[in-house]
């Protein structure tokens, strides 16, 4: 996993390869962390590393499941002084309720929501016994609202961000905050996916399907990634000592 720089800040972005996520450790590099980010896979990794280095930057990696109890426990005892951590591992699907399997509701809670409650029990309290610290979960509009069609993803959303308050109000007053970011749809592949899943059950070609979301929110656009880091660095920065337990919302003015 390497050696850290001596002085740097050390940040720990789980699901950090792709999407979303190269955006957060794109930005807190450039802010001078010394960041490991995680993910599934290494080839995505290794374009993530390449990346940055063309730009003379760089990042330290490591092929973790989020969802692995025990990966993530040696994760954080390998990496015993983070200051930062983002949970930004996440999947979606769309189906209506009586067409959602079991192993769907897994699938997502387990990503979702599970993986983050073992990222904040592993590194938070390390941060508590420091007496400081900064975790931000990546959530979604989703687990502020609901949306037809997105039991799952929506449920295990809400979880998220249930998980988040409960965590801050645990270690409030310690100079550790937790929070979240509730992005409307980004231009991902997630998003991407979700497009192809409208065209394929309404008919609508892939102009029309993007229309559709764009119309959804109040920017109308999709967010950018960077507008989603952008955010993140806010809440990991020192800026933030009073912000806790927060639901930070991106969509441009919508009702949640």
């Known amino acids: 996993m390497g050696e850290h720089p001596r002085g740097a800040r050390q940040a720990v972005?789980?699901?950090g390869s792709r999407g979303i996520g190269r955006a957060i450790v794109r930005r807190l590099v450039t802010d001078g962390l010394d960041v490991l980010a995680t993910g599934r896979s290494p080839d995505a990794l290794g374009a993530l590393r390449g990346g940055l280095v063309d730009d003379g930057l760089?990042?330290?990696?490591?092929v973790v499941d989020a969802t692995d109890e025990e990966a993530t426990a040696a994760l954080a005892e390998a990496e015993p002084e983070v200051d930062v951590l983002v949970y930004n591992a996440g999947t979606s699907s769309a189906a209506p309720l009586q067409r959602t399997s079991v192993d769907v509701w897994r699938r997502e809670v387990d990503?979702?929501?599970t993986g983050a409650f073992l990222a904040l029990r592993a590194f938070v309290p390390g941060m508590v016994a420091r007496g400081h610290g900064?975790?931000?979960v990546v959530a979604s509009t989703a687990g502020?609202?609901?949306s037809p069609y997105v039991s799952a993803y929506a449920a295990a959303k809400h979880a998220a961000v249930g998980l988040v308050r409960a965590v801050a109000a645990e270690v409030a007053g310690r100079g550790v905050t937790v929070n979240a970011v509730c992005p409307h749809f980004v231009r991902t592949d997630m998003t991407a996916a979700t497009l192809e899943r409208i065209e394929a059950a309404t008919g609508r070609d892939a102009d029309e399907a993007r229309a559709e979301l764009e119309r959804s929110s109040r920017l109308g656009r999709l967010l950018e990634p960077d507008e989603v880091a952008d955010a993140v660095a806010y809440l990991v920065s020192d800026l933030t000592v009073a912000v806790n337990g927060h639901a930070l919302v991106l969509d441009g003015g919508g009702h949640w």
Do not use: E, Y
């Open 144 to 146: 502020l609202s609901g």
């Open 13 to 15: 972005v789980v699901g």
């Open 58 to 62: 760089s990042v330290r990696t490591a």
């Open 111 to 113: 990503v979702n929501a």
């Open 134 to 136: 900064r975790a931000v």
